[in-house]
């Protein structure tokens, strides 16, 4: 039985439709799932946050490492929406409101109520009719990830005297093979300078983000900022304000001073804007004349803001 039933009195768990899934039902889930409950023990040994997200979006557990990581406890967490908690910035965007939207595994940068950034990747599990039940969704702990690398730099350094040294990988450490890939590479060395937006394609999972990054770090741009946003994993009703940003009380839950968007955030660095062609076409139109104007309105202001970046 999880451990966040078991510690307090059952709660219904609330859903986006507004339906009350009640604590029987869990249950039943559960039962349904019997090889779930005896990995939990499990899970809790693994140095990895661990969340288990209903097909409603409702958050039906999470591990000790999660609590920890993102400075919130179970209670406060297990019976919500993955949705309410992105928008109330526990951890921004959220994965597993990614993966029942496109239906396959998705990884993705995250950023934690902290400020701290964590790469996740979500797996759905799928029932016998093909349809998404859960959402399994994993974050390596930071400071494990750190003592790892520490580990084995230790290893590296424990190499015999005579034994030659690897040089360093050229283009970020990106390994390849295929002649196309090198050319992609010699682009990026090309473009980088440039101080113009541009236009990365190419499947999911094909690494945009791993260019966006070349192309930023290879840039005049450097030194500035590079804010990376998953357009497909923020709802269209927040996109526009995450995006923007907004002025005190320009809407119902508007934060009191206000808050800065992405773009304002890659002043003076680079926008990397991923699933660029999931956003809403009206939304389009507005990001466009800040890509051709470098200029933009938050929400609820009539201000003019000019802004640099390089947008990707």
């Given at each position: 039985?999880?451990?966040?039933?078991?510690?307090?009195?059952?709660?219904?768990?609330?859903?986006?439709?507004?339906?009350?899934?009640?604590?029987t039902e869990y249950r039943?889930?559960?039962?349904?799932?019997?090889?779930?409950?005896?990995?939990?023990?499990?899970?809790?040994?693994?140095?990895?946050?661990?969340?288990?997200?209903?097909?409603?979006?409702?958050?039906?557990?999470?591990?000790?490492?999660?609590?920890?990581?993102?400075?919130?406890?179970?209670?406060?967490?297990?019976?919500?929406?993955?949705?309410?908690?992105?928008?109330?910035?526990?951890?921004?965007?959220?994965?597993?409101?990614?993966?029942?939207?496109?239906?396959?595994?998705?990884?993705?940068?995250?950023?934690?109520?902290?400020?701290?950034?964590?790469?996740?990747?979500?797996?759905?599990?799928?029932?016998?009719?093909?349809?998404?039940?859960?959402?399994?969704?994993?974050?390596?702990?930071?400071?494990?990830?750190?003592?790892?690398?520490?580990?084995?730099?230790?290893?590296?350094?424990?190499?015999?005297?005579?034994?030659?040294?690897?040089?360093?990988?050229?283009?970020?450490?990106?390994?390849?093979?295929?002649?196309?890939?090198?050319?992609?590479?010699?682009?990026?060395?090309?473009?980088?300078?440039?101080?113009?937006?541009?236009?990365?394609?190419?499947?999911?999972?094909?690494?945009?983000?791993?260019?966006?990054?070349?192309?930023?770090?290879?840039?005049?741009?450097?030194?500035?900022?590079?804010?990376?946003?998953?357009?497909?994993?923020?709802?269209?009703?927040?996109?526009?304000?995450?995006?923007?940003?907004?002025?005190?009380?320009?809407?119902?839950?508007?934060?009191?001073?206000?808050?800065?968007?992405?773009?304002?955030?890659?002043?003076?660095?680079?926008?990397?804007?991923?699933?660029?062609?999931?956003?809403?076409?009206?939304?389009?139109?507005?990001?466009?004349?800040?890509?051709?104007?470098?200029?933009?309105?938050?929400?609820?202001?009539?201000?003019?803001?000019?802004?640099?970046?390089?947008?990707e």
């Open positions: 039985m999880p451990r966040a039933e078991a510690s307090r009195t059952p709660v219904p768990f609330r859903q986006p439709a507004g339906r009350i899934m009640n604590i039943t889930l559960c039962a349904q799932y019997p090889s779930l409950r005896s990995l939990f023990s499990v899970m809790e040994a693994l140095h990895d946050n661990i969340a288990i997200v209903g097909k409603d979006g409702v958050i039906l557990w999470v591990s000790s490492c999660f609590e920890r990581n993102y400075g919130i406890s179970r209670d406060e967490v297990v019976g919500r929406t993955t949705y309410e908690l992105e928008a109330e910035r526990v951890f921004t965007p959220s994965v597993a409101a990614l993966v029942l939207k496109t239906r396959r595994v998705v990884t993705l940068t995250e950023t934690a109520q902290s400020g701290q950034l964590n790469i996740v990747t979500g797996v759905p599990v799928y029932d016998q009719n093909g349809d998404i039940s859960l959402v399994v969704s994993y974050t390596v702990d930071p400071a494990y990830s750190l003592r790892l690398y520490d580990e084995y730099q230790n290893i590296l350094s424990a190499g015999t005297p005579h034994e030659e040294k690897t040089p360093p990988l050229p283009y970020g450490g990106v390994v390849y093979a295929s002649s196309a890939m090198q050319e992609v590479l010699e682009n990026v060395r090309k473009v980088a300078d440039l101080d113009t937006g541009i236009l990365i394609t190419g499947e999911s999972g094909v690494g945009k983000n791993v260019v966006a990054r070349l192309l930023h770090h290879a840039g005049q741009r450097s030194s500035g900022p590079l804010v990376e946003t998953n357009c497909a994993g923020i709802p269209d009703s927040l996109l526009e304000s995450e995006l923007f940003g907004y002025e005190s009380g320009s809407f119902t839950g508007a934060r009191q001073r206000g808050k800065p968007g992405r773009i304002e955030q890659a002043h003076g660095g680079t926008l990397f804007l991923d699933e660029v062609g999931e956003i809403p076409l009206p939304l389009q139109a507005k990001l466009l004349e800040v890509i051709q104007e470098k200029r933009f309105f938050k929400l609820g202001s009539g201000l003019i803001i000019s802004i640099r970046f390089k947008k």
